[in-house]
Structure formats: structure tokens, C-alpha cells
């Protein structure tokens, strides 16, 4: 049986009937550029429980006007992430248009103006939402409850989506609370159910020699290629909140806004590298290295999940004790604080996951 959720405005009515079950995955390899996928065929969702085929739009309706989630959407696209695609103008749309403008060779001025507005969108500008039906595979699950206590979370065999709006809001790369806000009250998700959504493209799950935890199904869950541009080396800016990718030719190919430690845990300034990548990792709880730490708690190990303290993606750094990673909570991204390391949207975690490799200089600067 699957949930269902009724959309009431700002109220959530959840009926959840899933209970949680392992999450298994494994590691990929780089590989060169590729675009994003299409939406598929209903033939093709029947068989791939992560194709989301796009609906007709209601005849009669007037076409939505949603400006600022369309360059969003584009930029999420072009791998200059704004975070959360929710519509709405703040400091990382801002940042991610001065990203792409750099890297388009216009005026880096953060302001979405006609010329930015040109090259982000090209001849063919992509919607800023679409109508998609819930495939059945995507709306089963598995699902579960989330304690706060790390030691308690140890318990559960996953930490898994706590329902399915949560799940749809990550492989669309937004809140639930944007979802909420798109649709109309009364709206129901649960499988075959229709929904309006960031208009984030599917990709397929991908074949990856040697994958023991699901790693492909996990990056079509999120929406992110397998093939993404290779990175030769990243930049960490504490005073922008943001993680920058470039290629060996010192050109910026993608930036995500970030949250860069504390003033208990601040970021450690300097050269390190990139030790490898962990994807869909266990998490491996030490109370000794959190000075917030509760005195009841004791070592444990987490089972994998987007809900994990590092979400989808550890990316260990030379610096001891020190990673990139994903996060459970995307709306937080350069808003809160961390224990020194690099958090980003889970998403944007996957794909820089794609882009990196062992051995690569990373440089964090104030």
C-alpha cells in the first residue's frame, strides 16, 4: 500500500502505510559531458520506476507566469545551482546568475537581465513547471519516521524519506513546502496521481560496473546524470557560501551554494584533496568529535539514506574528520551552521559526486 497526501494550502494531511528498508549502493566513475534527459514515454515509466511522464496542461487554463523559477530551473540545469527551486528571489539565485554569468563571459552582476536571460534560456527556453503522474515504482516507498537522537536513528535499518512528498520534493529539486505552494488545495499524491512540479527532467537509472549500493537508482531518483564535466580541481568560499567547480583549463563549470562550518567548527582554510567518495555511505557516529554531543550518547553506526546526517554523498577530504557532503535539510543550505564541514542539497551532492576523484586539489579560502 502506498501513501496518500492531500495538499490543504499550508496543511499536510500524511497517511503513511510504508515501513523503512535497506538502502544499498555503491561508487561510479567520471566520465565526460552529457545533457539532461528527456521525459519518457508511459511504455518506458511502466518499466523504470523513476520516469515521470509529463501531462497535458488543463485546457482553458492560462499559461503559468513563473519567470524566476524558469531561469532557476535553467540554471539547475546548467549546473549552477540556486538551491531550492522555489520561485523565489534570494541570495542564491543571486549567486548562482553571478556563477553563470561569469562562466557565459557577461557581466557578473547577479541580476537576471535581458542578456543573462538570452544565454540562460537559448532559443528554446524550458518550462519553468510541468503536470508529471506519479509512476507506482517511485510512490512505494520504502518510507519511515525519523528520530532526532543519532542513537536512535542507528536503530532503523535506513534512513530512509519520511513520506512521499518528501521524496518528490528532492528528485525535483525543491521543498515541500514549493510543492504545496504550486498545486491546487486538495491536490492528492500518492501513485498515478498527477502533480505540478520544478520542471527537472528524468534521467535513467544508470548501469555502473560494481554498484553493491544502488547508486544508479539513487541518482535517477535525484534527477542527476551519471556523465557530468570533469573537475580538475574546487574552490570553497567561506564569505560566499559557495562550492566551485573547475576544469583544467581554470574555467568555472559548475558552482552550488553551501553551508561552510561554525565559529565553533570553522571551515579549515587551506590546500587538501579529495581522499575519495563514499556514496549512499553508512555514517559512522563518534560523540567524542561533537562538542554538542549529548553525554548519553555512545559510538554507533547509521544505515545509509537521504535522511542520514550526510544524506547521499560523503566526499572525504585530507583534512581528518573532514568531508562534503548531502544534507536531509536543503532549505538550510547557507542558512545554518555546521561542524566545520561542507554541506550541500543532496542533489547537488550527487552530482558534484560524478564530477570529482581521488587526489584532486581542494581549496578552501576565506
Not at 561510479?28 to 511522464?53: H, L, T
Not at 534512513?159 to 528532492?170: D, G, H, M, T, V
Not at 556523465?227 to 580541481?233: F, N
Not at 566526499?315 to 536543503?330: A, N, R, V
Amino acid at each position: 500500500m502506498w501513501e496518500r497526501i492531500i495538499l490543504k494550502q499550508s496543511l499536510l494531511v500524511v497517511a503513511l502505510c510504508c515501513s523503512a528498508c535497506n538502502l544499498s549502493v555503491t561508487e561510479a566513475n567520471d566520465s565526460a559531458p552529457a545533457p539532461q534527459g528527456e521525459e519518457r514515454s508511459a511504455a518506458q515509466a511502466a518499466v523504470d520506476p523513476y520516469a515521470f511522464v509529463v501531462q497535458p496542461e488543463p485546457a482553458g487554463v492560462p499559461p503559468r507566469v513563473d519567470s524566476i523559477l524558469q531561469a532557476q530551473v535553467a540554471l539547475d540545469r546548467a549546473g549552477f545551482s540556486p538551491g531550492v527551486l522555489d520561485g523565489k528571489e534570494g541570495m542564491s539565485f543571486t549567486k548562482a546568475l553571478t556563477g553563470f554569468q561569469q562562466a557565459r563571459g557577461l557581466t557578473p552582476n547577479g541580476k537576471y537581465d535581458e542578456a543573462t536571460a538570452k544565454v540562460l534560456l537559448g532559443d528554446a527556453p524550458p518550462p519553468a513547471t510541468w503536470i508529471v503522474q506519479v509512476p507506482e515504482g517511485f510512490a512505494r516507498g520504502p518510507f519511515a519516521e525519523i528520530p532526532k537522537g543519532l542513537n536512535e536513528q542507528a536503530k532503523l535499518p535506513a534512513l530512509s524519506y519520511r513520506n512521499l512528498l518528501e521524496k518528490l520534493a528532492e528528485r525535483f529539486h525543491t521543498t515541500p513546502e514549493a510543492l504545496v505552494a504550486l498545486n491546487q488545495p486538495g491536490t492528492r499524491v500518492g501513485a498515478g496521481a498527477n502533480i505540478r512540479v520544478p520542471a527537472i527532467a528524468n534521467q535513467p537509472v544508470a548501469t555502473i560496473e560494481g554498484d553493491a549500493r544502488d547508486w544508479g537508482e539513487t541518482l535517477a531518483s535525484l534527477a542527476v546524470a551519471k556523465d557530468q564535466p570533469k573537475a580538475d580541481h574546487i574552490v570553497v568560499d567561506k564569505s560566499e557560501g559557495l562550492l566551485k567547480v573547475y576544469d583544467a583549463d581554470d574555467r568555472l563549470i559548475a558552482q552550488f551554494p553551501a553551508t561552510t562550518g561554525s565559529q565553533h567548527d570553522p571551515l579549515p582554510i587551506g590546500d587538501w584533496t579529495v581522499k575519495g567518495v563514499s556514496r549512499n555511505p553508512d555514517f559512522h557516529y563518534n560523540p567524542d568529535l561533537f562538542w554538542d554531543a549529548s553525554a548519553k550518547d555512545e559510538k554507533a553506526v547509521l544505515k545509509p539514506g537521504p535522511n542520514g546526517p550526510v544524506g547521499v554523498v560523503w566526499i572525504d577530504l585530507s583534512k581528518d574528520h573532514y568531508g562534503i557532503h548531502g544534507t536531509p535539510e536543503p532549505q538550510n543550505i547557507g542558512r545554518t551552521q555546521s561542524h566545520g564541514c561542507i554541506r550541500l542539497t543532496n542533489w547537488d551532492a550527487a552530482r558534484l559526486a560524478q564530477m570529482v576523484q581521488s587526489g584532486m586539489k581542494a581549496v578552501f579560502q576565506p
